[in-house]
């Protein structure tokens, strides 16, 4: 099933249909059932703990023990079905798309290389907060020796008590954990006073990205200034500031002609309804703190908020992070966050190339199985990743499987004779891939010459 979710992803039953288009050595396809599969599922979550270990045994030879630098992530997946189960995952909650769907949260661990480490199942609607230390307790307990961790996770992972909970935490060899954790936008106005001199100082007249460092709450606070996404953020907000503004007027000039005896096609407009309406088309602007709507007031009004529109100006453009990093320069600090991005690649490589979800599964223990699968695929692309790119060979995963699926396995009969096996001829594309991926060449026992 592993293979199945890196080659071709197929359900459990389109996993029989595979097997029979595939040559696996000592593997019968017809001994295998649909039910066996759904037990062998089972069976992985009663020895979890065991294939973990083998797991992260085989990953341990491939993480730097002296210092090893982890991103932590989480996204969502869809999941499909009506019924309620006892310790039921799938639960209702907002998906990455903006959505509110039934849905489980994949959390996920992996290094600064991009090898997938460790991975966890919660629920659906699991505050992104409270899956961090947990995890990371679990990462800890399967790689002891590691001698340096710094952790690097998201905005939405910050909070007050993650913080205090981090600088807690002891690694195996009795070193303090390490972190850099970025702060959220909804947070940028408790740094108001330490951002404003900043601000005035560098960023104003900044030309290209600016770097600065201090000192907050007994942490680094590490900011960064990109001028170009500030100007165009600036522009966008103001943009959609002028044509609420429009909209806003056009709905005023219509309530006075009305007071004056002008009339017009359609409903009749109300002060309250006017208000309503600017009201709710500024919430879904995200502009409800600079675009004030005077719901307080008999007759429609608003007005903009002058000073939070300066703030909101000031925080185009930066990025806040937190951390505890000792002897890491705050442009490393700045360049080991935006490493990051590398984590949503594998949320994307799960769920296009390996197609994760939707997942049609209702028992919890086997969602969680499922996960499992689609885990150790991601294992297997990502070292495939790393083997191509160290042997500049050029090709993607995705394009190497693409060629090595060309090689066929045949099994001919002659005049009646007892059946020969044999595996077509590599050609020179799939031998690099091969020589890249460290693979010997397939043969069958008997080889056919004319093959």
Same mark, same amino acid.
């Given at each position: 099933m592993v293979l199945n979710r890196l080659c071709d992803p197929e359900s459990k039953l389109g996993v029989l249909r595979w097997v029979? =288009?595939?040559?696996? %050595?000592?593997?019968?396809?017809k001994a295998v059932t649909h039910q066996q599969l759904l037990r062998s599922l089972d069976a992985l979550m009663d020895h979890q703990d065991e294939v973990d270990a083998v797991v992260a045994g085989l990953l341990r030879p491939l993480i730097d023990q002296d210092l090893s630098v982890v991103f932590y992530d989480l996204t969502t997946i869809r999941s499909e079905g009506l019924s309620q189960q006892?310790?039921?995952? &799938?639960?209702?909650?907002?998906?990455? !798309?903006?959505?509110?769907?039934?849905?489980?949260m994949l959390g996920v661990v992996q290094t600064a290389e991009g090898l997938p480490i460790y991975h966890e199942v919660f629920d659906g609607n699991t505050a992104e907060t409270r899956t961090l230390l947990p995890t990371l307790s679990k990462v800890l307990e399967r790689f002891p020796s590691v001698q340096r961790l710094v952790l690097v996770a998201d905005r939405g992972l910050l909070s007050l008590d993650n913080l205090e909970a981090l600088k807690a935490v002891r690694l195996a060899s009795g070193k303090p954990l390490e972190f850099i954790v970025a702060v959220p936008g909804r947070r940028y106005n408790e740094f108001i006073d330490l951002l404003e001199p900043f601000h005035e100082q560098q960023c104003a007249t900044a030309t290209q990205e600016v770097i600065s460092e201090q000192a907050w709450n007994d942490l680094r606070l590490v900011v960064a200034h990109d001028p170009v996404t500030a100007a165009t953020k600036t522009e966008q907000r103001n943009e959609r500031i002028d044509a609420l503004i429009r909209q806003a007027d056009q709905w005023s000039g219509k309530l006075t002609e009305q007071d004056e005896g002008v009339k017009h096609r359609g409903r009749k407009l109300s002060d309250s309804g006017a208000k309503a309406r600017l009201y709710h088309a500024v919430s879904e602007a995200h502009l409800s703190r600079i675009i004030k709507v005077d719901l307080g007031e008999e007759l429609f009004s608003y007005h903009i908020d002058e000073k939070a529109k300066r703030l909101a100006e000031m925080m185009d453009g930066k990025l806040l992070?937190? =951390?505890?990093?000792?002897?890491?320069?705050?442009?490393?600090? $700045?360049? &080991?966050?935006?490493?990051?991005?590398? +984590? !949503?690649?594998?949320?994307?490589?799960?769920?296009? !190339?390996? !197609? $994760?979800?939707?997942?049609?599964?209702?028992?919890?223990? &086997?969602?969680?199985?499922?996960?499992? +699968?689609?885990?150790?695929?991601? +294992?297997?692309?990502?070292?495939?990743?790393s083997r191509l790119k160290a042997a500049d060979a050029g090709y993607t995963p995705e394009r190497a499987l693409e060629q090595l699926q060309r090689i066929q396995h045949h099994r001919v009969r002659l005049n009646g004779g007892e059946p020969v096996a044999?595996?077509? =001829? %590599?050609? =020179?594309?799939?031998?690099?891939?091969l020589h890249a991926l460290g693979i010997e060449k397939p043969a069958a026992p008997e080889q056919l010459a004319l093959l």
């Open positions: 029979q =288009t595939v040559a696996l %050595p000592d593997f019968g396809p006892a310790g039921d995952v &799938r639960q209702y909650g907002m998906a990455k !798309e903006g959505l509110i769907a039934r849905q489980f992070l937190v =951390t505890n990093a000792e002897g890491l320069s705050a442009q490393s600090v $700045i360049q &080991r966050y935006k490493s990051l991005a590398d +984590i !949503e690649r594998g949320f994307k490589v799960l769920k296009s !190339e390996i !197609e $994760i979800g939707p997942v049609y599964h209702r028992l919890p223990e &086997r969602i969680r199985a499922h996960a499992s +699968i689609c885990f150790m695929a991601l +294992i297997l692309h990502r070292v495939m990743r044999g595996v077509s =001829t %590599p050609s =020179t594309e799939q031998n690099e891939v």
